[in-house]
């Protein structure tokens, strides 16, 4: 079971009344980490994997180039948006997926809408992906862990744009040291946000549609 809810601050007019979750309500974990220094990456282009269909994402599928299969441990689905995820010792494999054209995120433990959020925000444009590890600074914005002096902590990121559907897969550290991070605690409560843009592949674009959920990692 799960608890969450959506809004299209634009309306998404191909998406009505999709709501079907699953997962648990517990509570919000937030956990303070250690400072590290600056270094990795503001944001990249990698391969896409154009093979992946925007249906897989609640079936395995390779989390990174080479790498073995990812069963899904579970998933939720709000208003065409997608989130599935499954737990590997020490890392999250993550895929996230929505009508759209232009970027996806999620954000784990929110402290309400972006604030304190770790989010991971990508698009895929001429068959690449870009993908940024970013942080909530403030209720309605973010910014680059690296810009803030953090780390870029995304990993095996590859995705797929078709039939106006953008579905990016990628991997994080359950804790990776990056203070802009919140630690992620499998069998505990965790907020999340979840949003898409209308079409632009951009890092600041407004979203069309976004969401708030509480999940059992
Ligand atoms: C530069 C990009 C963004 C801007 C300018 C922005 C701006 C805003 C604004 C103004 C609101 C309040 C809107 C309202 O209540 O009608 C809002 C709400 C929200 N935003 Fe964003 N946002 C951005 C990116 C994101 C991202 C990347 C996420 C998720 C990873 C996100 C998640 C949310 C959520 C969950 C809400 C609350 C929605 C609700 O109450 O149902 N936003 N944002």
Same mark, same amino acid.
């Given at each position: 079971?799960?608890?969450?809810?959506?809004?299209?601050?634009? +309306?998404?007019?191909?998406? +009505?009344?999709?709501?079907?979750?699953?997962?648990?309500?517990?509570?919000? /974990? =937030? *956990?303070?980490?250690?400072? %590290?220094?600056?270094?990795?990456?503001?944001?990249?282009?990698?391969?896409?994997? +154009?093979?992946?269909?925007?249906?897989?994402?609640? #079936?395995?599928?390779?989390?990174?180039?080479?790498?073995?299969? *990812?069963?899904?441990?579970?998933?939720?689905?709000?208003?065409?948006?997608?989130? %599935?995820?499954?737990?590997?010792?020490?890392?999250?494999?993550?895929?996230?997926?929505?009508?759209?054209?232009?970027?996806?995120?999620?954000?784990? @433990?929110?402290?309400?809408?972006?604030?304190?959020?770790?989010?991971?925000?990508?698009?895929?444009?001429?068959?690449?992906?870009?993908?940024?590890?970013? =942080?909530?600074?403030? =209720?309605?914005?973010?910014?680059?862990? *690296?810009?803030?002096?953090?780390?870029?902590?995304?990993? @095996?990121?590859?995705?797929?744009?078709?039939?106006?559907?953008? /579905?990016?897969?990628?991997?994080? +550290?359950?804790?990776?040291?990056?203070?802009?991070?919140?630690?992620?605690?499998?069998?505990?409560?965790?907020?999340?946000?979840?949003? @898409?843009?209308?079409?632009?592949?951009? =890092? /600041? #674009?407004?979203?069309?549609?976004?969401?708030?959920?509480?999940? #059992?990692?």
């Amino acid at each position: 079971m799960v608890k969450g809810s959506g809004q299209g601050i634009i +309306p998404a007019d191909e998406t +009505p009344g999709r709501t079907a979750m699953k997962a648990s309500i517990l509570v919000d /974990t =937030f *956990v303070a980490l250690t400072l %590290s220094t600056a270094c990795g990456q503001a944001e990249s282009a990698r391969p896409t994997k +154009p093979e992946q269909a925007a249906e897989a994402a609640a #079936e395995p599928a390779a989390a990174a180039q080479g790498a073995s299969s *990812v069963t899904w441990d579970d998933s939720i689905e709000q208003e065409g948006y997608r989130l %599935s995820w499954a737990v590997d010792d020490d890392l999250l494999h993550v895929s996230m997926s929505a009508p759209t054209t232009g970027w996806v995120a999620v954000g784990f @433990n929110s402290a309400g809408a972006m604030k304190d959020a770790q989010i991971v925000i990508g698009y895929v444009s001429a068959g690449a992906v870009s993908i940024r590890d970013d =942080f909530g600074t403030a =209720f309605t914005s973010h910014a680059s862990d *690296v810009s803030l002096g953090g780390t870029d902590d995304v990993a @095996n990121a590859f995705g797929s744009e078709a039939g106006g559907r953008t /579905t990016i897969d990628f991997t994080i +550290p359950l804790a990776s040291g990056d203070e802009y991070d919140g630690a992620i605690v499998p069998g505990s409560s965790c907020s999340i946000i979840m949003a @898409n843009g209308s079409g632009s592949d951009s =890092f /600041t #674009e407004i979203h069309q549609w976004a969401g708030v959920a509480e999940i #059992e990692i």
